[in-house]
Nanobody
Framework: QVQLAESGGGLVQAGGSLRLSCVAS????????VGWFRQTPGKEREFVAS????????DYADSVRGRFTISMNNAKNTVYLQMNSLQPDDTAVYYC??????????????WGQGTQVTVSS
C-alpha cells in the first residue's frame, strides 16, 4: 500500500507559478511510476505529467509541456510539480498518482486526495 498526500495548491494570478508536492508513505517512491492528473467539474480526470519508475524518464501532456516540470526527491520520498506560466485553463483539482506500471492510467494505482489550484485572469 502507498499513501499519498498532496500540498501546495492555492490561488494565483495568470502568469504566476506554483509548486505542488506529493509525499508518499508506505513504499519507496522510486519503485513506482509517479505523476499528476487534474480534474475540473463535469470533466474526466486528465493526465498532466509523470516520472517513470527507476529513472525511466518523464512524460507530459501537450497542454503543459514547456510550462510544467515534474521532479522527484528520493531522499524525501516526494514528487514535485513545478507549474509556471499558469493560465486560467490550468484551474483544477490536482491529484497525485502512483502505480507499478510504466504508464499511469486513470483509475489505476494509488491516489491522493487532491489539491485545488485556481488561476485567476
Amino acid at each position: 500500500q502507498v499513501q499519498l498526500a498532496e500540498s501546495g495548491g492555492g490561488l494565483v494570478q495568470a502568469g504566476g507559478s506554483l509548486r505542488l508536492s506529493c509525499v508518499a508513505s508506505g513504499q519507496t517512491f522510486s519503485t513506482y511510476t509517479v505523476g499528476w492528473f487534474r480534474q475540473t467539474p463535469g470533466k474526466e480526470r486528465e493526465f498532466v505529467a509523470s516520472i517513470r519508475r527507476m529513472g525511466g524518464g518523464t512524460d507530459y501532456a501537450d497542454s503543459v509541456r514547456g510550462r510544467f516540470t515534474i521532479s522527484m526527491n528520493n531522499a524525501k520520498n516526494t514528487v514535485y510539480l513545478q507549474m509556471n506560466s499558469l493560465q486560467p485553463d490550468d484551474t483544477a483539482v490536482y491529484y497525485c498518482n502512483a502505480d507499478e506500471a510504466l504508464t499511469l492510467l486513470e483509475g489505476y494505482g494509488f491516489w491522493g486526495q487532491g489539491t485545488q489550484v485556481t488561476v485567476s485572469s
